[in-house]
């Protein structure tokens, strides 16, 4: 796949002041080619040592890759097609008899569902819900939902048309609005340019990357000298099942996989980033 081989990350840097680091995720159909890509900016402090984790399917438990930092995956894929990742939002109530998950939450969804569907029935079996962030899944039938707890309600949030887009504000509460955080809005508008490209034009991972380019964070310094920015994007092809990793927003470190062929290998491997 050329997009796969070439790509190359081409970031367009908006300089915003925050007090807080936080995260963007896509997951977009191409209503052309029907090809889905899911896409994630993982903005955190620059001290932390992330890595990507290759786990190959068991007797019990399917292959998945993911990626984060001391034994937790923040996002990942799994053999199936099945994509998870989360983004902070403002503190919530959950609902009664809930608990917030324990462990690698996402490797055991990753390990153990195969579908959007699947991951929501795992979660009322556990009674698992999340105080401070929200849930975006993604398979690759085509469906994608955002799961959030709102006043101690779960809420289902499906994907419109083409395109489920996660940042840092519950989409069902209606207290909070898209212009709560700046990247929602220039990330639609992103893919509502791409929806609107001549048919003969291509989109590719690449093309949609740019998208979620616009949304980067510069590495800031806070009141401590402590850096903080775009920790690393990845790039997910979920119908060629194919992943990208840039580093810290730079093209000289990238990690490329070929999903299926990793996880055939039957190797458990750990890439570190630094």
Known sequence: MKAFKYLVLLISIIIISEKSFACSIIYYIDSKTGKIYFINNEDYWYDVKPYIQINPSSKDELGRIWYGWKNFGQGGINEKGLVIDGAVTPEQKIPSGYSSPKGNFTDKILAKC????????????????????????GDKNGKAVIVEWINGVKNIVE????????TNFNLSDTIQTEMTCWRYPIIQKGLDELDARNPKDTIDLKAVGNVIGKAVQLPQKDSTGKIGGTLYTTFIDLTEMKFILVYKLDNSKIQKLDILKELQTGKTRKIKLE
């Not at 959007?116 to 849930?135: G, P, S």
């Not at 994907?159 to 996660?166: E, G, Q």
């Open 114 to 137: 195969r579908t959007v569907d699947e991951v929501i029935q795992y979660l009322e079996q556990e009674k698992n819900a999340l105080n401070n962030a929200h849930i975006l899944l």
């Open 159 to 166: 994907i419109k048309n083409n395109r489920l887009v996660s």
